[in-house]
């Protein structure tokens, strides 16, 4: 079932919801149609789910998405990896790092613009840095609403349109996205918000997912 859209609430802190308890396939939340998460250009931005994986990491799934076929970003499992793209124009780029079925796991996926040509994207799973690649300077808007847990319209896998549904076989506990690139430590922490690994929610009712402001 579609859950209702993610809040969004003011300040760094962009996505919070008691609705992200998203489970194994057929439940997601669409996300964006604000210039604080999508609707404006952007040279920084953090993404960070929590997420326990299920028993296919094989199969292509996604467990976040925002933009469409010209310009967005998303993360995604394929062949055993946890893979985070970017993509605007003729340029994609894409970071990624081995994962297990039936894991727990937190990750940020950083876009790390403004930099001119030592700007980069780079993908934290479980408070370490797992992968980095160089990227362009700005994300501009895209209007495309976007989903936790599948694909809501369209997006762009290893550089090609998909509009497929490729919902996530797994479960997504919290989903934060900043615009701001967050530091080792803010990443960390976020990492850490449930220590000793992610204690699964009831289902009903749902629960708010932690959130860590780290903006002071």
């Known amino acids: 079932p ?3 859209s993610v809040d969004v609430t003011p300040g760094d802190v962009l996505i919070t919801s008691a609705h992200l308890f998203l489970q194994t396939g057929d439940d997601y939340s ?3 149609g604000t210039s604080e998460i999508n609707r404006s250009s952007y040279t920084e931005k ?3 789910l929590m997420f326990t994986t299920g028993s296919d990491v094989t199969s292509l799934q996604v467990l976040y998405e ?3 076929g010209t310009r967005g970003l998303n993360i ?3 062949n055993g990896f946890l893979k985070a793209s970017v993509w605007s124009g003729t340029s994609y780029d894409i970071v990624q790092t081995a994962i297990t079925a039936g894991t727990d796991h937190s990750v940020a996926f950083v876009f790390n613009g403004g930099q001119g040509s030592a700007s980069t994207i780079d993908l934290w799973l479980d408070g370490a840095l797992a992968d980095s690649a160089a990227t362009f300077d700005t994300l501009p808007k895209h209007g495309e609403l976007g989903a936790v847990g599948q694909v809501y319209q369209s997006t762009v896998i290893d550089g090609n349109g998909i509009s497929a549904t490729l919902a996530f076989d797994g479960t997504v506990h919290a ?4 615009n ?3 530091s080792p430590a803010e ?3 976020l990492s850490g918000t449930l220590p000793g690994g992610i204690t699964v929610p009831p289902v009903d009712p749902p629960i708010d997912p932690p959130v860590v402001d780290t903006t002071g």
Do not use: M, N, R, W
Request: glycine share 12%.
């Open 2 to 4: 579609v859950e209702p």
């Open 180 to 182: 701001q690139v967050l």
């Open 187 to 189: 990443i960390a922490a």
């Open 46 to 48: 953090t993404t960070s």
């Open 66 to 68: 925002q933009g469409g």
């Open 30 to 32: 669409t996300v964006g």
């Open 175 to 178: 989903i934060t996205q900043h």
């Open 76 to 78: 995604f499992v394929e």
